[in-house]
């Protein structure tokens, strides 16, 4: 300090150039999402090296970054802040903040589905949809099991045709991650036709050589089925028409099949019966002229060759002797199968008596023919 007279006194003040200014936050990221591992936790990310700085008297590269939470943190799923500080080399503090999200964006697991499904088809050849989602297990990261979402597509309850389809599953997370898998459903014809009549118990004549031929029944037998028409049907027959079957009891078996393969039988009842009387070739009887009239009886023995188509022995016999004049139940008797004891009579002095005797061919199924063979006792010079 000088005064007026030139006097200089001299002193000293302390000064300090002092840096007092916090850095400045220049940018930060964000928001940040870190997806929900399969606790349903995130890792906090290191997010200090996106984060930008400036100082007035700190170099950028010496500027002190710091986070909280730390990198490396686990945190379970929600929204946080991250809270970034800057400190330059004479302590001045800036802060700023990053949002972060822990993020639940994993779908759902389905681990096991039902499957192949077969549904029977009804008398409408339809089937309904089953409810699946019962039998869908799933999990997920965050959601607990009993909370995820299922559903179906088509619905349970749903009323298809006979075919093939895929229902199609659906397990939602709270998040609302989804997730997806099939069902193979088949509504399936498994129901057998109904036969709803059949011819009944068939008899066919047996032929000259004791056989018969299957007729063809399938005409007369009526079915029905749920799913394929009626004249769609496979009808068959064992034995098949045109089979030719000797004399006997027989069972035809039908089955009708529809175009899935089911199939159903019923049984006819067959019989090739015999039903030909035997053939009467010749009757003849020995001795056929009873001479003279003398009142005698006389054995007559009749013989008759037969032939039948299934019996190679029918058996034959007398069944009546008649007479053309008026006689004795005594004068003609039957004795015997083919044997009888006629008397050498005659009532009339002009004419002739005729016995007539009536034998009857029976083979095994009781099939009868008859033929007549006449006895004469002659006019002659024999009184009555």
């Given at each position: ?335 015997g199968n083919l044997t009888a004891s006629l008397a050498a009579t005659r009532n009339s002095a ?35």
């Amino acid at each position: 300090m000088k005064d007026t007279a030139g006097n200089i006194a001299t002193g000293q003040v302390s000064l300090q150039v002092a840096d007092v200014t916090a850095p400045v936050i220049l940018s930060v990221p964000g928001p940040i999402t870190v997806s929900a591992d399969g606790n349903c936790q995130g890792v906090v990310p290191n997010v200090l090296g996106s984060v930008s700085a400036s100082d007035n008297c700190t170099p950028a590269g010496q500027l002190i970054k710091e986070q909280t939470p730390a990198a490396g943190t686990v945190l379970v799923k929600g929204s946080y802040t991250i809270a970034v500080s800057v400190k330059d080399a004479a302590g001045n503090v800036a802060s700023g903040q990053v949002s972060l999200q822990v993020a639940d964006v994993t779908a759902p697991v389905i681990l096991s589905v039902p499957g192949p499904i077969t549904v029977s088809a009804d008398g409408n050849c339809q089937g309904v949809v089953p409810n699946v989602l019962g039998n869908v297990i799933a999990s997920d990261n965050c959601t607990p099991a009993s909370q995820l979402v299922k559903q179906q597509t088509p619905a349970a309850g749903t009323v298809l045709d006979k075919g093939s389809y895929t229902i199609a599953i659906s397990v939602k997370d709270a998040a609302g991650n989804v997730t997806t898998g099939q069902v193979s459903l088949i509504v399936a014809d498994v129901t057998a036709p109904v036969i709803l009549s059949v011819p009944g118990h068939i008899t066919v004549s047996a032929d000259s050589n004791c056989q018969g031929v299957v007729p063809n029944v399938l005409g007369n037998v009526i079915a029905s089925d749920n799913c394929t028409p009626a004249n769609q049907l496979v009808k068959q027959q064992v034995p098949a028409a045109g089979t030719v079957l000797a004399k006997g009891s027989y069972t035809i078996t039908v089955s009708v099949q529809d175009t899935a393969g089911n199939k159903t039988t019923q049984t006819i009842a067959l019989t090739i019966a015999d039903t030909t009387a035997p053939v009467i070739q010749s009757v003849t009887a020995n001795p056929n002229v009873l001479s003279p009239p003398n009142h005698q009886m006389v054995a007559v023995t009749v013989s008759v060759v037969a032939s039948d188509n299934c019996d190679s022995a029918p058996a034959s016999r007398i069944i009546s002797i008649t007479c053309n004049e008026q006689a004795l139940a005594a004068d003609m008797q039957i004795t015997g199968n083919l044997t009888a004891s006629l008397a050498a009579t005659r009532n009339s002095a002009s004419g002739s008596r005729i016995y007539t005797i009536t034998v009857q061919c029976t083979d095994a199924a009781g099939n009868s023919s008859t033929r007549t063979v006449a006895v004469t006792v002659p006019q002659g010079n024999g009184k009555k």
